[in-house]
């Protein structure tokens, strides 16, 4: 088998194995994981990780264990105390030698992003609170460098128009972009997608989605924060930084919507939502806590996706297609 070379030396097999581990890390068991690890690429590997969350630390996990050769070369996060909670994390990891990040390659605050992009790596991860990831996507391309991007892309439509543009411009430079969306990486759900491609079920005409969890955590408001400090740490509950449950967490479901009617795009979107049982508190932001949606085909087809972040209720990801021969269930979270 060949593989094919890329811009920077770096093969399309050892980027694809770290971005793809890196997009499944907050869904995939370790053992799944386990069989991403490709050895050792030709080179090392620098990468940069832009957002030191939890998305963030779960990404520069998964890159460490996708491929020997990755080195953690720098960090950016708005505030500091992120970044240090984030690497004091790899402080007895099984590959803390390859976290190589001493204080000159800590950038803190808003544009450390474009600190981190400049330091000499080859591959960068794109984790941050996603208002900011269309301006550090397009910064990453300028660049030339690889990128992971998880998702989403975008929350609002100056969004939608940058990382375009920004894609297109990827392609012209033949730099790998990956999103994070897992699930076209997850071997049950790509395995019952190739059967869906192959007419197993014949034509699909409806799909039923689900994502059903309970809410997100929050930061209490800490004295001497500002209002942008506390909303920026609050972020998953706030439209402006999210997009709200429906693009920043159900945007998974959305994905497989894409995927089973071939990314062909809907005639119409129908849908409520609201905030039913969202504590009367700050830290919950503007984000609803519930969302139904009826997308419709131009031939009659339609999907149905419902998720919702409530408290004491039960936990469901699953979807179900129904074909013209058959119908398949599809358990995000167990077997499918």
Avoid at 126 to 147: N, Q, T, Y
Avoid at 221 to 241: I, K, T, Y
Avoid at 287 to 293: C, E, G, P, R
Wanted: charged letters at 20%; aromatic letters at 10%.
């Amino acid at each position: 088998m060949t593989t094919e070379q890329t811009s920077g030396g770096i093969t399309r097999r050892d980027f694809v194995a770290i971005s793809s581990a890196a997009g499944m890390a907050a869904f995939i068991a370790p053992s799944v994981l386990g069989a991403q690890d490709t050895g050792s690429s030709l080179k090392p590997l620098k990468v940069a990780l832009i957002g030191c969350g939890g998305r963030g630390s779960g990404a520069a996990n998964q890159a460490l264990k996708a491929d020997k050769g990755v080195i953690l070369w720098a960090v950016a996060d708005v505030f500091p105390d992120r970044m240090d909670s984030c690497l004091k994390q790899f402080e007895k990891h099984p590959s803390k030698d390859r976290v190589q990040v001493p204080a000159e390659r800590r950038f803190s605050g808003f544009d450390g992003y474009k600190q981190a992009i400049a330091s000499g790596v080859d591959v960068v991860l794109l984790c941050s609170a996603p208002h900011f990831r269309p301006m550090h996507l397009a910064e990453a391309v300028a660049a030339g460098k690889h990128i992971f991007c998880e998702k989403p892309m975008f929350v609002d439509a100056p969004g939608y128009r940058s990382v375009v543009e920004s894609a297109k411009a990827a392609k012209a430079k033949n730099i790998n972009l990956m999103s994070g969306f897992c699930w076209r990486r997850s071997a049950p759900e790509a395995a019952t997608f190739a059967q869906l491609e192959k007419g197993t079920l014949g034509t699909p005409m409806a799909m039923y989605s689900c994502y059903y969890t309970g809410p997100l955590g929050t930061n209490k408001r800490q004295p001497g924060w500002s209002d942008m400090e506390f909303q920026v740490r609050n972020w998953q509950h706030f439209n402006w930084l999210s997009g709200d449950q429906m693009v920043e967490q159900a945007v998974h479901s959305v994905d497989k919507v894409n995927w089973c009617f071939r990314n062909e795009p809907p005639k119409s979107a129908v849908g409520m939502g609201g905030r039913q049982l969202r504590e009367a508190m700050p830290e919950r932001g503007d984000v609803y806590d519930h969302f139904a949606i009826v997308y419709e085909w131009a031939d009659g087809r339609r999907a149905f996706l419902n998720c919702r972040q409530e408290p004491d209720c039960y936990f469901e990801n699953t979807d179900w297609i129904a074909g013209t021969k058959g119908q398949c269930f599809i358990n995000g979270w167990g077997p499918t």
